[in-house]
């Protein structure tokens, strides 16, 4: 395991924690804005980068100030609307916490890919490398909740 598979997991964790003190509706708007924030990272960052600032600072700046925004936005939603809902609030914010720190790590292994390589020893080298910036858990995890309330969730 290299520093970006530990990075993953403590991202993971801490953002599991954040979203669970937060609750579901906080939880919510931070992974659709964080998930938007992502994409968009993903497609204007070569069109920021120049000579004086790389792809790699681009992508990152991006995904951050997304982030910021989200974090801004779901605090104000927050403070108006004290909204629980209900017994699951704290797993679903859990769930979605862990999908918002998969996002996380994937702009982590992205800024090292851009920033350093892919043959960078610990890019190269990750255990979670396919989970998480091949997008395999992100895409899992998105089948799984698109199948939630149909008959064939178990299969």
């Known amino acids: 395991m290299t520093?970006?598979?530990?990075?993953t997991i403590g991202l993971c964790l801490i953002?599991?924690?954040?979203?669970?003190?937060?609750?579901?509706?906080?939880?919510?708007?931070?992974?659709?804005?964080?998930?938007i924030g992502l994409k968009i990272a993903?497609?204007?960052?070569?069109?920021?980068?120049?000579p004086q600032f790389s792809q790699s600072a681009a992508y990152l700046t991006i995904f951050l100030v997304f982030a910021a925004v989200t974090i801004v936005i779901s605090s104000l939603v927050q403070r108006q609307l004290k909204s629980?809902?209900?017994?699951?609030?704290s797993t679903i914010a859990a769930v979605l916490g862990l999908f918002v720190g998969l996002c996380f790590s994937h702009v982590s292994f992205g800024f090292s890919a851009l920033h350093f390589g892919v043959e960078y020893k610990a890019f190269a080298d990750s255990a979670m490398r396919g989970q998480v910036y091949e997008l395999h858990a992100i895409r899992g995890f998105l089948d799984f909740m698109s199948r939630i309330g149909s008959s064939d969730v178990a299969g």
Not at 3 to 7: A, E, K
């Open 15 to 35: 953002m599991m924690v954040i979203e669970v003190k937060r609750g579901a509706v906080c939880a919510i708007i931070d992974t659709v804005g964080i998930w």
């Open 84 to 89: 629980d809902l209900g017994p699951f609030d």
């Open 42 to 50: 993903a497609l204007s960052f070569q069109g920021m980068s120049s």
């Open 3 to 7: 520093w970006l598979d530990f990075l």
